[in-house]
């Protein structure tokens, strides 16, 4: 939680946001229990062949316009644990091949997806040190940037080209086989890539860092050989960001490199373009702040924002009282002063984790109500968000179907949706990591 002068914005929120440590521990306490109920067992699931959507069903799983088309379990992928975490994409430039890096609480496991959209298991690279519930990756050219909670875990990078010749599976090694291993910060919470520039930042590093869980920011432009490029600690713990050179309508930036922070109870924007002394823009509170936690670029002109809020369907505050899983919506045309413009509600009951917009869908990943896509695409016109609308669901966490939902922590964790090829991955706490296909217009 932040306490500078800069948040007298953010102090308005009508609901105080909780801290990082009050959100970890109720996630460890729920997943405990789970583990305990027998919920990670091996063989607790069963394999899944490829089904059609029918009739609001495919197989156990509710659905809508989304078929499942291939599915690998947590143990089917090597994890001892079976416990999913986050997932990230990579295609191969010159082949076409698109491939999946799936978190797991110990390590990160590598599968191809073939044209016909099913999974070949490739191998896997353990965890650098401990098992951790919180295991993030992300892309930048053809290396993947691992982080984790695990204690002086650092940055483990790894050439994904190594994949295109594996015939067997194989466990990589977190010494020989890593490209290189940063270790300028120990644990962190996410890992945002921009591509663009060449920049990872890790977010929510731990206190040795020095950074006070801000964007650490680690220059990768020769992948062996990562540095250390600045930090911003002014508005403490960032959650997550997206990072773009920004294109939008705030003149005053334009070309600049601008980060959105999801600071727990905030939206940040920061201006990084230089990484020694970045600009905190903006700091800006919305009513119903229990836990700001992700969001996306709703457009491709950069003037809105869609943003999730990880505790206020549980917490039952502002617009999210009625535990439908909430997005909120922001102006940013003005960077130095965004505003709240509306919120979409989920006809299901679930906390939101992850979403990502591609070509004017919005790709939920929200916990127990799965897989949400959602229409934004009027947001330039009517940033209301009434006329969003939910044009497809896959819901791979069938055991709270009964009751209609619960806003509670299982489920799904996150999901990439931009291969080519129409190829949805979607990593599930619970199971392991499904081939999702989008079929509507």
Known sequence: MKTSATLLMAMSALVAAEPMAVLRQKKLDLWSAQNEAGVFDID??????ATSCVNGKAGEYQCKNVDLVSFLRHQDMGSSTRRGNDVWGWTHAASGREFGAVGQTDGTAFVEIKADGSLVYLGRLPTQTTSSSWRDMKVIGDHVYIGAESSNHGLQVF?????????????????????ARFTGFGNSHNIVAHEETNMIYAVGTGTAAGCRGGLFM???????????????????????????VYKGPDTRYTNKEICFNFNEDTLDIVDVTNKRSPVTLSSTGYTGASYTHQGWLADAGMRYLLLDDELDEQNRK??????????YIVDISSLTTPKFTGTYQSPATA?????????????????GSGLRIVDVRSVTTDPTGKNFKEVGFFDCYPEDDSVGGRAEFTGTWSVYPYFKSGHILLNSIERGIFVLKYTGA
Do not use: E, M, W
């Open 44 to 49: 607790r699931y069963a394999a899944q062949a």
């Open 159 to 179: 050439d994904l080209t190594k994949l295109l010749t594996i015939t067997t599976p194989r466990t990589f090694s977190i010494t020989s086989d890593l490209k």
């Open 218 to 244: 680690v220059n990768v432009t020769n992948p062996a050989a990562p540095t250390s490029a600045g930090c911003l600690s002014a508005g403490g713990y960032v959650h997550d960001a997206q990072c773009v």
């Open 318 to 327: 502002g617009p999210a009282a009625n535990q439908k899983t909430t997005t």
């Open 351 to 367: 906390i939101d984790h992850n979403q990502y917009v591609h070509n004017g869908l919005s790709y939920q990943a929200n916990y």
